[in-house]
């Protein structure tokens, strides 16, 4: 959710606005800021192979 919106992100569609920079912390979650937004999530997720449509 951006700005109480909904974003769908995928490989073709990314953050709208703004740079991005990631680190992972010590619990082992990656961190993403934006200019706007912070999201966070696993490496398990990151290497989760997108769902067949």
């Known amino acids: 959710m951006i700005d109480r919106g909904i974003c769908v992100l995928s490989d073709t569609m990314a953050e709208p606005c ?5 680190t992972q912390t010590r619990d ?4 993403l800021i934006t200019s706007k937004n912070h999201y966070v999530f696993n490496l398990a997720w990151l290497k989760q192979l997108p769902a067949v449509p």
């Open 18 to 22: 703004g740079y991005l920079s990631a």
């Open 28 to 31: 082992g979650n990656i961190q």
